[in-house]
């Protein structure tokens, strides 16, 4: 399974889009990008999942270049309650989707007033 | 229609102690997977259940064991507890399909298991 790095934190005023960085090297053909979220004591939540070019739905943006080896998760107009540590996975989460989950330490996002 | 619930919310145990979580699926839902997930650290992968069988399994000693009952709910089983044990325990539940679409997985609030 391909490694991720992605920044341990950011913080960002209400109202700002957000947009976090996630690399992925080795990102290999069969690989999905599969972002989740999670607040404190709670179980991570699946946001947004691609495999290249651009994926929005309501919640967020998910922009992939053409090489694959890095992907940005974009939050528009965060409010407080967008403060969570996002995940971004690397694996077969498609056509295997009941493929383990491969979690790194996420980034904790802040949203300040 | 009810998420991932898992029982109970928080527990505390002594060191060498066993103990018992539970977890019932989305309905719908036949995959039930645990996960680890320690304090500032993203969850860890612990075994999968399928059709009330371990399917895969994470870097996780025996001690850890589970069960999956015929109506999907799960069981995770944790048997001569260490201080390092001490985490946040999720459940999560998918739906098995061959290279259909994606099923994301539902994760449970978890249970936080506390080792004194």
């Known amino acids: 399974l391909a490694k991720t790095t992605q920044p341990i934190s950011m913080d960002s005023y209400e109202g700002q889009e957000v947009n976090i960085t996630c690399s992925h090297n080795?990102?290999?053909?069969?690989?999905?990008i599969t972002w989740y979220q999670q607040f404190p004591s709670q179980g991570p939540r699946f946001i947004i999942q691609?495999?290249?070019t651009k994926v929005t739905n309501e919640v967020a943006s998910l922009f992939i270049p053409a090489d694959r080896k890095s992907s940005t998760l974009s939050l528009p107009r965060v409010s407080l309650s967008d403060t969570a540590v996002y995940y971004c996975?690397?694996?077969?989460?498609?056509?295997?989707?009941?493929?383990?989950?491969?979690f790194g330490k996420g980034t904790r996002l802040s949203v300040i007033a | 229609d009810a998420g991932v619930t898992q029982s109970p919310t928080h527990l505390i145990k002594t060191r060498g102690q066993q103990v018992t979580l539970r977890c019932s699926p989305k309905?719908?839902?036949?995959?039930v997977s645990w996960y680890q997930q320690a304090l500032g650290q993203g969850p860890q992968f612990i075994f999968q259940?399928?059709?009330?069988?371990?399917?895969q399994r994470g870097n996780f000693p025996d001690r850890f064991s589970g069960h999956q009952f015929p109506n999907y709910s799960s069981e995770l089983n944790v048997n001569a507890l260490l201080l390092g044990d001490s985490a946040l325990y999720l459940c999560?539940?998918?739906?098995?399909?061959?290279?259909?679409?994606?099923?994301?997985?539902?994760f449970g609030q978890g249970t936080r298991l506390t080792v004194v």
């Open positions: 691609g495999y290249k």
């Open positions: 080795n990102i290999a053909t069969n690989d999905y």
């Open positions: 309905s719908g839902h036949d995959t």
């Open positions: 259940y399928y059709e009330e069988e371990e399917r």
């Open positions: 999560a539940s998918s739906l098995t399909r061959d290279r259909v679409l994606n099923t994301e997985a539902f």
């Open positions: 996975l690397v694996g077969d989460y498609f056509n295997s989707g009941n493929t383990p989950l491969v």
